[in-house]
């Protein structure tokens, strides 16, 4: 985010993310009226409150999708209590937002299960990212197996699907956070939630304290995404291939070396 109105209740609260007001650094317009161009851009200037500081530990390639994709993972691990170390949690597909939240979630110490429907991600989730253990969603007999047994689930993925299979495998009390962004409206028959009283919620980002904090814990625990590094001219065949899910699992832009001021 690049600027919000800070005198909201969001805003007092360093949640600066549901500020009704919020200009996102890409894709909004500015209060200039200029539009925000975010990662597309050579140059930004932003209010030093909306700048985060990067340690000199952390590189900034691998650092760049934390800001996204890592505090889209970190914030509601924290908020919703999933953050305590030997609770077992899941965390539903293994692409961007999924690969980060492994990360983070095995850094504070929390038993993670990977819920994947391809059984193809298993030696990557297990033995590359060090989950506890990993289940295939399609297969009923693995589900069956940890029904009940899962305090919390953070759901990273955008494709629309019936959400009581993921319900059933929570304990009483337990939750399901979304943090993907399916195109279509989800199935969700309210009796999945009264058995158990389980909850299902969301999560968009984090404030700038947060963010920072975020930001800090990665640096203390050595925590970046894995990501391609690109230059500017293939950001249209990055395009292509993000369609395909073909990266794993960023690309980040190398802006400095690709765009030249003219003399």
Do not use: W
């Not at 919000?4 to 919020?22: R, V």
């Not at 530990?57 to 760049?64: F, M, Q, R, S, V």
């Not at 800001?67 to 908020?79: E, F, H, K, N, V």
């Amino acid at each position: 985010m690049l600027d919000a109105c800070g005198s909201c209740d969001c805003c007092g609260k360093d949640l600066e993310n549901y500020c009704p007001k919020l200009i996102l650094t890409y894709g909004s317009k500015y209060h200039d009226v200029t539009i925000t161009y975010g990662g597309y851009s050579d140059i930004m200037v932003a209010d030093e409150h909306y700048v985060v500081r990067m340690p000199e530990n952390l590189p900034l390639d691998g650092a760049a999708p934390l800001l996204c994709a890592g505090i889209t993972t970190y914030s509601p691990l924290r908020y919703y209590g999933l953050d305590k170390p030997g609770m077992h949690i899941g965390v539903v597909g293994l692409g961007g937002l999924g690969h980060v939240g492994v990360k983070f979630a095995k850094a504070l110490g929390v038993k993670v299960t990977v819920i994947s429907t391809s059984p193809n991600k298993k030696d990557e989730a297990m033995q590359r990212l060090h989950a506890n253990s990993f289940l295939v969603s399609r297969d009923e007999n693995q589900m069956q197996a940890v029904m009940g047994t899962i305090y919390g689930i953070l759901d990273t993925v955008s494709v629309t699907r019936p959400l009581p299979p993921l319900l059933s495998l929570l304990k009483a009390n337990g939750k399901l956070v979304m943090v993907g962004a399916p195109e279509k409206p989800l199935e969700l028959p309210a009796h999945s939630l009264f058995v158990g009283r389980k909850l299902v919620a969301g999560s968009c980002v984090g404030g700038l304290k947060e963010t920072q904090e975020m930001i800090d814990f990665a640096a203390n625990h050595n925590i970046t995404a894995d990501i391609e590094v690109i230059k500017i001219y293939y950001v249209n065949p990055a395009m292509e291939r993000l369609l395909k899910a073909d990266v794993r699992y960023r690309f980040v832009i190398d802006i400095g070396n690709t765009m030249k001021a003219d003399p």
